[in-house]
């Protein structure tokens, strides 16, 4: 990757969870190919931002690999892409640093992130929690990142990251690149609901495991989920907003195997939910198979895994550490 490339740049930060949801993989991660051809990407397993929740150790360390090992298999091409762990990158700890510095109290404190997360685990309220946000503005600024992939619940911490970043260049112009949230496009797969209630988003902290669908899930796990999943009161096989149940079937349906909604009506004209569930089913199942089988070759081949991720910060390191310099000597640290 070159520095004086044309292309616009990405950043995209992912949680090591090795957890990735069909509903991950068809409003984003199944775009990502067509991304990196129009961009320069770089994407970043965030561990720094993992350890503001409790964590164990061990899992973590899995994880990290496996959302990696994930996002290969789902075609991230590291000799396109840059892919790393951010806690390889120093800089990402020392910028967020100087921005705590550019950060008010208030406005942190507003994040609804934060709210819910301490709501959520109330019993451990760090300052990390707190400071979230500003890391997260670090990793986005330190690569002078023109656009960043992320589902609207981020959109506060977007603009938490533009308003530090305009707020420095006051002091200190024409340091940053004032970065745009791109968000996924209503239709275009961006909302998969759980297959056991299909009135909430498919999310793998559903408390029913039914409801969501693992890219590592067993064929026969995926089977099982989808003929058990909650449909509607009719049995017609048709999209309508009172039918949320199948409109979610015909929709994962479409995405899988491209056909049109349309198409997938005629399909199933005067068939029943019985014909349709397992269908769903195994069109899924094919879709996965080749990710979950990459996904295991990748992770029983450490070695190749640790030269991506070794090469990834190299390059990452690089550029962080231009703008880290930059920063340095504009707040008046003397050179090293
Ligand atoms: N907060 C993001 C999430 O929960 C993860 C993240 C951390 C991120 N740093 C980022 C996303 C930088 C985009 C850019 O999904």
Redesign the pocket.
């Known amino acids: 990757m070159s520095e004086t490339t044309a292309k616009k740049r990405i ?5 090591p969870s090795g957890k990735l949801t069909l509903g991950n993989y068809l409003g984003a991660i199944r775009n990502f190919d067509l991304l990196q051809d129009a961009y320069e990407c770089i994407y970043c397993v ?1 561990d720094l ?1 993992a350890i503001t929740v409790r964590q164990d150790p061990a899992t973590l360390r899995r994880a990290t690999l496996e959302v990696l090992a994930q996002y290969m298999a789902c075609g991230l091409d590291p000799e396109k892409s840059t892919l790393f762990i951010q806690s390889h990158v120093p800089a990402h700890a020392e910028l967020a640093w100087v921005l705590n510095c550019f950060t008010m109290f208030g406005e942190a404190s507003r994040m609804t992130q934060f709210k819910d997360k301490s709501a959520k685990h109330a019993d451990n309220v760090n300052v990390g929690l707190f400071d979230y946000p500003v890391l ?1 503005a670090a ?2 600024l330190l690569y002078q990142t023109d656009y ?1 992939p ?2 609207v619940d ?1 959109s506060q ?1 977007i603009e938490i990251a533009r308003n530090i970043a305009q707020r420095f260049n006051n002091t200190h112009p024409g340091t940053f690149v004032i970065p745009e949230g791109m968000y996924p496009q209503a239709g275009a797969g961006a909302k998969i609901c759980s297959l056991a209630d299909p009135t909430k988003k498919m999310s793998k902290s559903d408390e029913n495991p039914n409801g969501f669908i693992l890219l590592l899930d067993k064929p026969e796990d995926i089977m099982r989920k989808f003929k058990r999943a909650v449909t509607d009161s009719d049995s017609r096989i048709i999209l309508s907003e009172d039918k949320p149940g199948v409109s979610n079937l015909i929709q994962i349906y479409a995405l899988a195997t491209g056909k049109s909604v349309a198409e997938i009506e005629a399909e199933f004209a005067g068939k029943g939910y019985g014909e349709f569930k397992p269908a769903v089913g195994e069109a899924v199942v094919e879709m996965l198979r080749p990710i979950r089988e990459k996904t295991e070759d990748l992770l029983k081949n450490k070695d190749y895994l640790e030269q991506v991720y070794t090469e990834g910060a190299r390059r990452a390191n690089y550029m962080a550490q231009k703008t880290l310099d930059k920063v340095y000597r504009k707040v008046g640290f003397v050179k090293r």
């Open positions: 950043f995209s930060g992912v949680q965030v931002h997260m990793d986005i960043v992320v589902g981020q911490h």
